[in-house]
């Protein structure tokens, strides 16, 4: 508790110490008696990370169905690799279109464009600290091909290592019933 007066612009401050024991979490401060408010913070306790993923860039184009690999690393901090860590993946997928197609359709967006999850699973850091996640670029039959449209998958890994800690990646890849998307903006002259 503090006692507090304030300056000629009507504001205070003040200042205290967190508790050093007891639990973390959400905690509040509150004014009363001439000055009323009340404002939450969350008190955590802090572990400096020892490792991080990091997700390598996936090279190439892709079609739909077609077979795709992507490839992380875990590595610690010092240098050295988070080998026999678990790493737990999930697919989303999720379509868009070409701009062009809002001028053709009455009706925007023309289909359920909704995330998806297509696979999900579990693997292990190798001796170099290296993963792979494979997956099949499964497309929505839901929607035409004439519609070319665009899917979008992200591939999201938590690693865990033998201690417990836990930090993420993602990274994304785009495939399509067309192996080239070109937009050229052309004047009229």
Not at 62 to 79: L, M, Q
Not at 102 to 119: A, H, L
Not at 166 to 182: E, L, P, R
């Amino acid at each position: 508790e503090l006692k507090l007066k304030s300056n000629e612009y009507g504001t205070f401050n003040g200042s205290f110490m967190a508790p050093a024991t007891g639990l973390t979490g959400q905690m509040s401060i509150q004014a009363d008696a001439g000055a009323w408010g009340q404002t939450y913070f969350s008190v955590e306790e802090y572990k400096r990370p020892r490792f991080e993923v990091t997700m390598k860039p996936v090279m190439g184009a892709f079609r739909v169905n077609d077979k795709i690999t992507v490839h992380g690393e875990a590595k610690n901090y010092a240098g050295n690799v988070v080998d026999g860590a678990e790493v737990r993946y999930r697919v989303l997928r999720v379509a868009r279109f070409p701009f062009w197609d809002f001028y053709r359709s009455w009706k925007w967006p023309p289909f359920n464009r909704n995330e998806m999850e297509i696979t999900n699973g579990t693997a292990t850091t190798g001796a170099d600290g290296t993963f792979a996640i494979e997956f099949t670029a499964i497309p929505d039959a839901s929607i035409p091909k004439k519609d070319q449209p665009v899917f979008d998958y992200q591939v999201m890994v938590d690693v865990t290592d033998i201690t417990g800690e836990t930090h993420s990646g993602a990274s994304n890849i785009s495939a399509g019933f067309i192996a080239m998307n070109v937009d050229w903006d052309l004047t009229s002259e």
